[in-house]
């Protein structure tokens, strides 16, 4: 299985500052078609969880361009160029290269 | 819009059955896969199962393997997970998930549906 890890675990942040989340796979996320399957989703509280970014860097329809992603291989992150209150919740990255589909264990961002 | 509707989940006893079902509206339901993912209560997020757009593919966790069946039916455009022999440790809310790539057996998900909670207790 592809395990992922997240870094840091919690993350208090200051209104207006920016944030980053940092995802890492023990084995590339890279597939022969180019495409490396690296997603980011957010979970706010008692909600299901929402697309951010998809495939690494892709910014999902509708989501807020305060919100980026970059790596490749093996590390990614999570940028927030500027937090709101309401980005406020937990964020997962998880790998859609290989079965089973895992993700990482979570961060959790709230205002400090 | 995308919409998946999440529906089934009860409390059971360890041993029981159960068969959640998913209905999807709003997308070409037969060029997307659908997965399950679950969330027990205070943790991550963990992949179930998926049937892929051809009705045929279908995969599991291991931790459901042989205790789980994925079904679709895409005259209803909906997706159906059979539980059986279940756990205490399968408690949590289950999650019908789209996947976000046409016509590939599996990449990432785009839409999620609202969850369905299924508590397995005595």
Known sequence: DIVMTQTPLSLPVTPGQ???????????????????YLYWYLQKAGQSPQLLIHEASNRFSGVSDRFSGSGSETDFTLKISRVEAEDV???????GKQLPLTFGGGTRVDIK | EVQLVDSGGTVVQPGGSLRLSCAASGFNFDDYTIHWVRQAPGK?????????????????????KGRFTISRDQNKDSVYLHMNSLRIEDTGVYYCVKDKTLLMTWSGFDYWGQGTLVTVSS
Do not use: F, H, R
Request: with cysteine; aromatic share 14%.
């Open chain 1, 89 to 95: 919740g937990l964020y997962y990255c998880m790998q």
């Open chain 1, 18 to 36: 920016p944030a980053s989340i940092s995802c890492k796979s023990n084995q590339s996320l890279l597939y022969s078609d180019g495409k490396t």
């Open chain 2, 44 to 64: 991550g997020l963990e992949w179930v199962s998926l049937i892929g757009w051809d009705t045929v593919s279908a995969y599991y966790a291991d931790s459901v």
